[in-house]
């Protein structure tokens, strides 16, 4: 019996710490927020409609932010600082 709880025992250890590696697979590691391949000075309508994008700025329109190479942004201006 005391051999079946030191396997389930060590199996448990060893299970915890591969989730635990598998985990912290890539921990630490960013999205670009700018993609310089998409930077373009193709036309953009001027309709205002604010989205924030990654680097904190306010763009007036996802259009331009895409234009401005960014990888993500959210609808409505950027919190003031």
């Given at each position: 019996m005391k051999t079946t709880n030191t396997s389930s025992s060590l199996f448990t250890a060893v299970l915890l710490m591969g989730l635990m590696a598998l985990s912290s697979c890539g921990?630490?590691?960013?999205?670009?927020?700018?993609?310089?391949?998409?930077?373009?000075?193709?036309?953009?309508?001027?309709?205002?409609?604010?989205?924030?994008?990654?680097?904190?700025?306010?763009?007036?329109?996802?259009?331009?932010?895409?234009?401005?190479?960014?990888?993500?942004?959210?609808s409505g201006e950027c919190a003031k600082k």
């Amino acid at each position: 019996m005391k051999t079946t709880n030191t396997s389930s025992s060590l199996f448990t250890a060893v299970l915890l710490m591969g989730l635990m590696a598998l985990s912290s697979c890539g921990a630490g590691k960013t999205l670009a927020c700018i993609d310089k391949s998409k930077i373009s000075d193709g036309p953009c309508t001027l309709q205002y409609d604010p989205v924030c994008g990654c680097d904190g700025k306010t763009y007036g329109n996802a259009c331009m932010a895409e234009h401005a190479g960014l990888t993500s942004w959210a609808s409505g201006e950027c919190a003031k600082k």
